[in-house]
């Protein structure tokens, strides 16, 4: 029984960080500030790419 205990409370650690990790992006919005700093990147990325226009 000490061994589930054990487990169990390692469980709820993990899921705890990782609420409070999902949490803070959300509240920080995160997410959309990575995807603004990697934009210029990936335009610049996708700009090279040829492209079949068909006219």
Same mark, same amino acid.
């Given at each position: 029984m000490? =061994?589930?205990l054990h487990v169990l409370k390692i469980i709820v650690i993990? =899921?705890?960080i990782l609420f409070g990790v999902t949490f803070t992006v959300y =509240?920080?919005?995160l997410d959309m500030k990575l995807t603004a700093? =990697?934009?210029p990147w990936l335009l610049k990325h996708y700009d090279k790419i040829d492209r079949d226009q068909h006219l």
């Open positions: 000490s =061994i589930f993990v =899921i705890a =509240i920080f919005n700093a =990697i934009e």
